[in-house]
């Protein structure tokens, strides 16, 4: 079966550590993404990637880092210094970026609390 | 700079009667619409897209959505829907560059 996983499901964080949230893909994409979910404010873009070894930031970068070393991977590592990290974190994949007309295809999500 | 604006951000309805999401946009090029839903706990799947040509658009789960240019609009239908369709619901648009900006959701809820 094709799809993204993502990894943990839930994940407690104590305040001032890093924490990396895992995206895995065999779906042969070459874009991904990463997407801040709260309630009530839709998907905010995190960071993005169209090619192996190449990212950009999104609208929300700021105490966020990713990196994408090989093509089926793009972890996320929330920092010390992002002030508020709680929330629902979902990965996304599709086949290209450029054109804007391909869908995404979403991971499971994963919910970080920071205690 | 893009934006996406989902007129509604709870819809409550009995099963078997008919739903509309509304959803409006603006960019200042032309861009394409798509309509993703969610379950709780979950993430998004594509309902539907619009990328050219036919106005209406027919999506999974008997959703259909109709573009409309100068109302810069994509709103959301269906004529009968279940309790399986409570979710919530996002409009998004996407550039040519390839980047997407998502509205905020609709809480759909379908009561007995």
């Known amino acids: 079966d094709g799809g993204i996983t993502q990894s943990p499901k839930y994940l407690f964080r104590k305040e001032g550590q890093n924490v990396t949230l895992s995206c895995e893909q065999n779906l042969n994409h070459d874009a991904m993404y990463w997407y801040r979910q709260d309630p009530g404010q839709g998907l905010r873009l995190i960071y993005y990637?169209?090619?192996?070894?190449?990212?950009q930031k999104g609208d929300i970068a700021e105490g966020y880092s990713v990196s994408r070393e090989k093509k089926e991977s793009f972890p996320l590592t929330v920092t010390s210094a992002q002030k508020n990290p709680t929330a629902f974190y979902l990965c996304?994949?599709?086949?290209?970026?450029?054109?804007?007309?391909?869908?995404?295809?979403f991971g499971p999500g994963t919910r970080l609390t920071v205690l | 700079a893009q934006s996406v604006t989902q007129l509604d951000s709870q819809v409550p309805v009995f099963e078997e009667a008919p739903v509309e999401l509304r959803c409006n946009y603006s960019s200042s090029v032309s861009v394409y619409l798509f309509w993703y839903v969610q379950y709780p706990n979950q993430g998004l799947q594509l309902l539907l897209k619009?990328?050219?040509?036919?106005?209406l658009v027919k999506g999974i789960n008997g959703f259909e959505a109709e573009f409309n240019k100068s109302q810069t609009s994509f709103h959301l239908r269906k004529p009968s829907v279940h309790i399986s369709d409570t979710a919530e619901y996002f409009c998004?648009?996407?550039?040519?560059?390839?980047?997407?900006?998502f509205g905020d959701g609709t809480t759909l809820t379908v009561k007995p």
């Open positions: 996304a994949s599709s086949i290209s970026s450029s054109g804007g007309y391909n869908e995404q295809f």
């Open positions: 990637s169209q090619i192996v070894n190449d990212f």
């Open positions: 619009y990328l050219s040509g036919s106005t």
């Open positions: 998004a648009v996407s550039d040519y560059a390839g980047k997407s900006t």
